[in-house]
Each structure stands twice: as structure tokens, then as C-alpha cells.
């Protein structure tokens, strides 16, 4: 390979790179969305809690995380269509938001209900996993934002192990302001930026 192929090549990745960039900053609404869908269901088990309404909370989870799937699946497919032809990294941070999607499901629901662990691990299996999502999808649009926004998430379920675990999921909300809702902000602020370069 000489030397102009190689600065082809490099010039080629660093095009695609900049084109999931783009796409990520349209996606913005996903981690919003997703961010505020949680912090409501935490607060509504909380409240559900507090007026001892225990056999109520899986409904409550049902319905916000239903809302999300639903959202996603209907947002996804707009946006796809806006955006066109997929790159492989964007394929690639489909499905990695599918498996930590599944991943989600299995420890918050399947895995507790089948008695593998206390209900006071799920905050912190939760936090590793959306550390995983978050810094990978980081590391793959080369944007650092996220990838801190996964370490803090680390850190967070860190930090659960020495909360009593009637409070973890208490903690998860700050968690979800610092690495969902406000890399929703600076991508919804990327994303307007984007549109209005494109404007004629």
C-alpha cells in the first residue's frame, strides 16, 4: 500500500466517522427520552414505596420501560429514514444499543425474578451496564463526553455498594441527569447546529 492509498483510506474512515457523527447528534431524543422514562420510573416506585403499594411497581416499570421500547422502536425508524443509507458504525451502535437494551432487561427484570440475586444488586448492574453502553458508543464516535459519561456510571455503581440498597436506585437518578439527559442537551444542541449549516 503506498502512501496516497493509506491517505485514502484515512480520509475514508475519518468521512465515516464524521457522518456517525452526525447521526448520533440527530439521535439526541433517544437518550432524552430514555433518561426521562427511568427517572419516572424511579420515582414512581419510590412513591409506590412510600404508600406501600408493593405489588404495583412492576407495573410501573412495565409501563415507562413499554413507553421507551415503543419510542425507540418508532423513533429509530424515522430517523432512519432521514439519515439514509447506513454506515457500518452506526450499524455498529444499533447493535450495541440492542444488547445493553436486552442486557437491561435481564438483570433489572428476568434475573432478579429468578432469584440469581437481591433486588438491591439491580441499581448497580444497571449503572455497569449503561457504562458499557455509554463509553462504547463514545469510543466508537470518537466523542470523549461519553466516554465520562461511562466512567461516571462505573463510579456510580461503585459508589451504590456502600448506599443501603433501599436507596441505590436513588442514586441513579443523578446518574441519568449526568450521562443521559445531558448528553441529550449537547447533542440536541450539535444537532441544531448541524441543521442549520445545511439550511439553504
Known sequence: ?????????????????????????????FFLVWGIVAILGIVGMY????????SWIWLDWIVFMGFGVVFSIV?????ERLTGARTYAHITTGNLCFACGIAFGLVGFVFPLLK???WGL???????V??????????????????????????GALGMV??????????????LLIGYIM?????RSMYQKQSEENAP
Open 162 to 175: 456502600f448506599i443501603h440498597e433501599n436507596y441505590r436506585g436513588l442514586l441513579v437518578v443523578p446518574l
Open 122 to 128: 439491580i441499581p448497580i448492574l444497571i449503572a455497569l
Open 75 to 79: 423513533y429509530g425508524k424515522k430517523l
Open 1 to 29: 500500500m503506498n502512501d496516497l492509498q493509506a491517505k485514502d483510506e484515512i480520509q475514508f474512515i475519518q468521512e465515516m466517522i464524521e457522518r456517525t457523527r452526525k447521526i448520533t447528534a440527530g439521535s439526541w431524543m
Open 116 to 118: 440469581l440475586y437481591s
Open 47 to 54: 412513591v409506590l414505596v412510600f404508600i406501600e403499594k408493593y
Open 183 to 187: 448528553p441529550a442537551l449537547v447533542l
Open 130 to 155: 449503561a457504562g458499557i453502553l455509554v463509553f462504547t458508543l463514545g469510543g466508537i464516535v470518537e466523542w470523549n463526553l461519553l466516554k465520562w459519561c461511562g466512567v461516571i456510571w462505573w463510579l
